[in-house]
């Protein structure tokens, strides 16, 4: 069974654009949902992460936008730009725990 | 003030050989998690390890691999009688002990290949 659902695979866009990439949990009992940032031949990096009891969080130009009710959260990135290039991973589970990790996102910012 | 320390960044093995693969927390953590990464797919947990204990293997292979995290040293992923299957990246993350633990901090990884 697949706990954490990643989409999309890949995305594109242009440099200044916004960058959406969503997960779905199955579990409702997770309490903590990280994203991590990883560069090839890098390990993944935390980038954000949110708790279930706040619906949004905001590091500059990184949001976690978190739905409770449908068991969703997505990762925008405002204002993209090539640097952000990377492999992205959403994540969830319990804290000091296992987590579980979506298959990933390959994120391309064009010039 | 250094991160998880991973070794070797690369290894190759032949098939039916050993492969050992090192983790050293960041210093002051004792909890230890092991994941594998395949070509285009996620990171996927293999094991959770405490000082002297192994707290969640569930996501080990039934045969030939094994961790440990002894009192002193590197915690240790052993496969033994490697097959080309088990050609992967293996990362391990370190948090601090206790309640409230946040987020994991990843090594660099281990890229091993069977030839």
């Known amino acids: 069974q697949q706990q954490v659902k990643q989409s999309p695979q890949s995305l594109i866009v242009q440099k200044g654009g916004i960058s959406i990439i969503n997960c779905a949990y199955e579990?409702?009992?997770?309490?903590?949902f990280p994203w991590y940032q990883q560069f090839p031949g890098k390990g993944p990096a935390l980038l954000i992460a949110?708790?279930?009891?706040?619906s949004e969080k905001k590091e500059g130009r990184f949001t976690i936008s978190f739905n409770k009710s449908a068991k969703q959260f997505s990762l925008h990135i405002m204002d993209s730009q090539p640097g952000d290039s990377a492999t992205y991973f959403c994540?969830?589970?319990?804290?000091?725990?296992?987590?579980?990790f979506g298959t990933g996102t390959s994120l391309t910012v064009i010039p | 003030n250094a991160g998880v320390m991973q070794n070797p960044r690369h290894l190759v093995r032949r098939r039916g050989q050993e492969a050992r693969l090192r983790c050293s927390p960041v210093?002051?953590?004792?909890?230890v998690y092991w994941y594998r990464q395949l070509p285009e797919e996620g990171l996927k947990f293999m094991v959770y390890?405490?000082?002297?204990?192994?707290?969640?293997e569930s996501g080990m292979p039934k045969e030939r691999f094994s961790a440990e995290f002894p009192k002193e040293g590197p915690s240790i992923l052993r496969i033994q009688q490697v097959v080309r299957g088990d050609s992967a990246a293996y990362f391990c993350?370190?948090?601090?002990?206790?309640?409230?633990?946040?987020?994991?901090?990843f090594g660099s990884g281990t890229r091993l290949t069977v030839v």
């Open positions: 390890l405490q000082k002297e204990n192994i707290i969640d």
């Open positions: 994540a969830a589970g319990f804290t000091g725990n296992q987590f579980y």
């Open positions: 210093k002051g953590h004792s909890h």
């Open positions: 579990n409702t009992a997770f309490d903590y």
């Open positions: 993350a370190s948090s601090p002990t206790g309640q409230g633990a946040v987020g994991y901090t």
């Open positions: 949110i708790r279930p009891d706040v």
